[in-house]
């Protein structure tokens, strides 16, 4: 199981739709996907069609992070529309999560250690961020294996991200958990010499740490969302569908020479053991 956290204290780059339609493209690609909503405002679980989160479900990611419930998320999650997806809900409730979490000790690990009870169930976790440094993003970082953080190329577009590395690196060094990467998705990406200025920028900063895949700004994304579908299902051939095939087969790619590199450094009797 891999734990994909999507973030960015920005809103509205991308982080949703990315969850969204990359959890659907892996799931084309015959991998198990559960997109936890670790957002108050329930975007991602708006998108999935449910448009009374507050009604529509008896447990959600509250029950999750509850330290006085704290339910496995096989118990809380629900079968999406789109096949070989589950979904954990938000609840508004979450934004009070850190008053409840208040003088309680080990709450950064809360989301880890239930992510790892459901790791044979599920090959990638997607979690959405709300767009906010706050507990819950920090939850999800110290629960993932890799942070996407998806970047409008628009102006101003890497004010800020600083901010975001040094969440990653003190989350790091507290936490030791060492592992941790961080990727870069240039979404919303417009055909202007503005913007492929602002690409050029990004990929100048982060190199290789910038995804291949460009995500371009098309309005059928919106349009999707409101019709409760990921682009892969509302217009599958479109080629913002396409870009998270493609996305996806860059994240797949990656995991396969990671385990694969793994397995060649393992003398064979630790393997056996
Ligand atoms: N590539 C794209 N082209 C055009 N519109 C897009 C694209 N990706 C997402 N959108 C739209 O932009 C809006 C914001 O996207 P999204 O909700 O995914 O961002 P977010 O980072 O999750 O926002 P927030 O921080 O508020 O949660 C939505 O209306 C979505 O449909
Ligand atoms: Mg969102």
């Not at 734990?3 to 198990?32: D, F, P």
């Not at 599920?122 to 959405?128: A, E, S, V």
């Not at 592992?179 to 913007?195: C, D, G, I, S």
Request: aromatic share 6%.
């Amino acid at each position: 199981m891999r734990g994909i956290a999507l973030t960015n204290q920005k809103g509205g780059v991308g982080k949703s739709t990315t969850a969204l339609n990359l959890g659907a493209a892996l799931a084309e690609e015959a991998k198990r996907v559960l997109l936890i909503d670790l957002d108050p405002h329930a975007g991602l679980t708006f998108s999935l069609g449910y448009n009374e989160p507050e009604t529509a479900f008896e447990k959600t990611a509250y029950e999750v992070l509850d330290p006085d419930k704290h339910l496995p998320l096989r118990e809380v999650a629900v079968q999406t529309a789109i096949k070989g997806v589950e979904l954990i809900p938000s609840h508004q409730d979450l934004v009070e999560i850190d008053y409840r979490l208040a003088g309680r000790t080990g709450w950064a690990q809360t989301l880890k250690r239930r992510m790892r009870d459901a790791a044979d169930y599920y090959d990638f976790i997607l979690i959405d961020c709300p767009p906010s440094l706050g507990i819950l993003t920090r939850m999800a970082l110290v629960a993932a294996d890799l942070a996407i953080v998806p970047v409008q190329a628009e102006w101003l577009a890497l004010r800020g991200l600083h901010l975001l590395n040094r969440v990653v690196q003190d989350i790091k060094s507290e936490t030791e958990h060492v592992n941790l990467e961080t990727r870069y998705l240039v979404t919303m990406q417009t055909p202007t010499k503005h913007a492929e200025e602002i690409q050029g920028e990004i990929r100048a900063h982060f190199g290789e740490l910038v995804y291949r895949t460009v995500i371009r700004r098309s309005v059928r994304f919106a349009d999707s969302t409101l019709a409760g579908q990921p682009l892969l299902l509302f217009d599958k051939d479109h080629q913002g569908a396409q870009a998270y095939r493609d996305l996806a087969r860059e994240i797949t790619l990656e995991t396969s020479k990671e385990t694969n590199a793994y397995e060649h450094t393992t003398p064979v009797s630790a393997r056996q053991g």
